[in-house]
């Protein structure tokens, strides 16, 4: 796409006026900036790159940008580990580059989030030097720093302070040699996990954060937030987790996640830095509760607006886990999707089926068949954007990008997989087995370039892209999607269009029907004063018929979006859908 040039984004823009909860009408586009657009031949993504495609962004409709991590960063994570929070990583550009970006995004009529990444630094930054030059420096309790295990010399298997297993393998604890102690990491080794228990630490997290609203930014998504307050006992240990049988490692989640002070340090973040500010704040949370995201996004506890919640894209992992990908099992993401869009009645959702850790999910729960993969990706879509929350959209979801389809360990980049890999091969395994497991599921799934035209290189690059482009990118791509009206682009368009229109898709009570039925996902929306809305989808590559008491009204009613032209008219309250045919009913 040819980038307009009129527009000056070096003029400095007024920051959009924020309405207090404007949040609730909007759309959320996250950009992963290293796989976006590379403008420079790089192979790398950028920031004037992602300037260059703003229009993309802003004709799909959406409100938001999310700017994955473009802080000075070794890159260990991609950027999820960060040296410098108040700096831009040379290889995205400068801060002038990123003020840009934001004049670029306001004009627009958009907003910028950031990602707020303060569990833990990178071993990079000058806090964790200065924290681990000495027992004695005086950021040495910025950290989570403590002795080997009792009885054990440090540095030796089992030493550790505790057997917990990191999200990236191995132990959460690695040994210092030069001061003699280990230092805790939930993720790499090179993100040593902050100490939030030390108040140091979190005014200057405070300072950095209102730096970044003073620049113009208009919100946080924060990265694992609900991992920062650790259950420490009263001389600061830490406990085993349960371990399987045969197994080194334990689970130490127990102790580390929704931990003690959880509550209480976000809601001082609400009050130091974001009370009066009007601003988006996202808070991921694995392994959170209902019960605690009812806590993290109560308005009159002040602390976030909504939770990323994982209970729906843990589903079908099997019994070995994230590694272990079983068949979905319709009626179960409905039910958990419903419990969560009653049990937030109250409060606020955000609806997602990708970000730049999961596998896209046209691979994943629809059918990427060249026969489906349209369709399957447009009522994904309308099943999710239809719902009561906050939408979140994954670059290239909205062009029905697939799975990277990679068969060789030498195609992944991704710390997490690789890492896996090499432990379960130290511990035997067959190599061809846990590359079957990484396949389906490994985040590089996500972030294999975005796919802007049949070029070569999808025109992401002009040089050699830092990972491999997707072969279909000659089909799948933004530019072909565009020129196509009946394309995944223009119903997401339309999916948003909707969002905007009608006051029942943002705040409509939610009733799911047919809750067992295998392939059909049904459910009302009803708001005083609107008709009722009625989604009606089919998740399968096989016809259904279904019948919705009481509901011939609405199926006979206004058609206002569908995935098939050519459907069949409902008979009364019977309604026989093709495969992955999705209707959005107003009546
Ligand atoms: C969650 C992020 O989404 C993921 O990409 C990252 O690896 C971990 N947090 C650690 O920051």
Redesign the pocket.
Same mark, same amino acid.
Do not use: A, K
């Given at each position: 796409m040819t980038p307009p040039r009129h527009l000056d984004t070096t003029a400095s823009t007024p920051v959009p006026d924020r309405e207090p909860g404007w949040w609730r009408s909007a759309v959320v586009y996250q950009v992963y900036p290293r796989s976006f657009a590379d403008s420079d031949g790089d192979g790398m993504g950028d920031l004037q790159g992602i300037i260059d495609h703003l229009d993309h962004i802003a004709e799909l409709g959406a409100d938001v940008v999310w700017l994955s991590p473009i802080y000075r960063s070794p890159q260990d994570? &991609?950027g999820?580990d960060i040296s410098d929070y108040q700096d831009v990583d040379p290889m995205f550009g400068t801060l002038e580059d990123l003020d840009r970006l934001i004049a670029a995004v306001h004009e627009r009529g958009m907003k910028l989030v950031m990602d707020l =990444?303060v &569990?833990?630094s990178s071993d990079e930054h000058p806090w964790f030097q200065e924290s681990r030059s000495g027992r004695d420096s005086a950021k040495r309790d910025w950290y989570v720093w403590r002795p080997p295990r009792p009885g054990h010399t440090g540095g030796e298997p089992g030493a550790e302070p505790t057997n917990w297993h990191s999200?990236f393998s191995g132990s959460t604890w690695e040994w210092d040699e030069a001061s003699g102690e280990y230092y805790l990491h939930l993720?790499s080794r090179k993100?040593p996990d902050l100490n939030w228990e030390n108040p140091e630490v979190r005014e200057a997290v405070h300072a950095m954060m209102r730096w970044w609203l003073d620049r113009g930014v208009d919100g946080f998504r924060m990265? =694992?937030i609900n991992l920062i307050s650790k259950e420490f006992g009263p001389d600061g240990g830490l406990p085993d987790g349960a371990a399987k049988p045969g197994t080194r490692y334990g689970d130490g989640s127990p102790f580390y996640m929704n931990g003690p002070r959880n509550h209480e340090f976000l809601h001082e973040m609400h009050r130091e830095v974001y009370a009066d500010a009007a601003i988006l704040t996202v808070a991921?949370t694995p392994g959170v509760t209902l019960e605690h995201a009812r806590l993290f996004t109560d308005p009159a506890r002040r602390e976030v607006d909504m939770v990323f919640q994982f209970e729906h894209v843990g589903l079908d992992h099997g019994p070995g886990g994230k590694w272990d990908l079983s068949p979905l099992y319709l009626p179960d993401l409905k039910l958990n999707l419903a419990a969560w869009q009653e049990g937030l009645a109250d409060g606020w959702n955000s609806l997602y089926w990708n &970000?730049?850790?999961q596998p896209r999910v046209v691979s994943r729960w629809g059918d990427d068949s060249p026969e489906h993969r349209v369709a399957s990706a447009k009522t994904l879509g309308t099943v999710l954007h239809m719902m009561r929350g906050t939408p979140y959209v994954y670059q290239g979801e909205e062009l029905g990008m697939t799975n990277a389809g990679f068969t060789s360990i030498e195609d992944y980049r991704d710390i997490?997989s690789l890492n896996h890999y090499r432990e379960q091969l130290e511990h035997g395994a067959d190599p061809a087995a846990v590359l079957a497991g990484i396949a389906p599921v490994s985040?590089d799934n996500a972030r294999t370039p975005m796919q802007w035209d049949d070029s070569p290189a999808a025109g992401f690059t002009t040089g050699t892209p830092w990972i491999a482009v997707n072969p279909n990118h000659t089909e799948v791509n933004a530019a072909a999607a565009r020129r196509d009206p009946g394309s995944v682009f223009h119903h997401y368009r339309r999916l948003h269009e909707l969002r905007h229109t009608h006051d029942v898709v943002v705040d409509g009570s939610f009733r799911l029907l047919l809750p067992e039925h295998e392939q059909v996902f049904a459910y009302t929306r009803t708001l005083a004063g609107s008709p009722t809305l009625l989604v009606v989808a089919n998740m399968s590559s096989q016809p259904a018929t279904v019948t919705l008491a009481g509901l011939a009204d609405q199926l006979a009613g206004e058609v206002l979006l569908t995935t098939h032209d050519d459907g069949a008219p409902a008979q009364g309250e019977e309604l026989t859908l093709a495969p992955w045919e999705s209707r959005v009913l107003l009546g």
């Open positions: 994570d &991609n999820y =990444v &569990n833990h999200f993720f993100q990265d =694992v991921e &970000n730049h850790d997490e985040r």
